[in-house]
């Protein structure tokens, strides 16, 4: 089981940073893929399964995820209920501090096809699933620091 961990802050009140954490537009945007099964706009909450498909390394990915975990506004987790992983769960954490958001994202994964699944883990997916969490991070910054959340998150 691999392991990758990062974590942002954001200068925007917790239950804004974590909505749109939620927004399914806003998580179109950083995985470069786009839902085609069970919620297909808006916010997920607890129990909401969404299947996602689009390409990754020149290959048609499918992802089906379920939201294991809601906790609103402090955490939530999605866990992978089909797809090319083994095991696949990203928990998101907030927690303000001192009037900012310290957004934490842990994401635990495995891969089937025993030593070449462990060859591909380790060489290619950490470092794209590092990269994910990175833009993710970003986006979420840019969109809820500015007046740019307005357009994700509902009046």
Known sequence: MYMVKDSVHISAPIERCFLLSTSIEVVAQTIGMRPVAGKMRGLVTADDRLEWRGWKFGLPQRH????????????????????????????????????????????????????????????????????????????????AESEEWREYLPG
């Open 64 to 143: 089906e995820t379920l939201i294991t975990k809601y906790a609103r506004p402090s955490f939530f987790q999605d866990c992978m209920a089909s797809g090319r992983f083994r095991v696949f769960q990203h928990d998101h954490e907030f927690t303000e501090i001192g009037g900012q958001v310290l957004l934490k994202d842990t994401v635990r994964f495995s891969l089937p096809f025993g030593v070449a699944g462990r060859l591909v883990g380790k060489y290619v997916m950490i470092p794209h699933i590092r990269g994910l969490l990175q833009r993710r991070f970003q986006l979420l910054k840019r969109i």
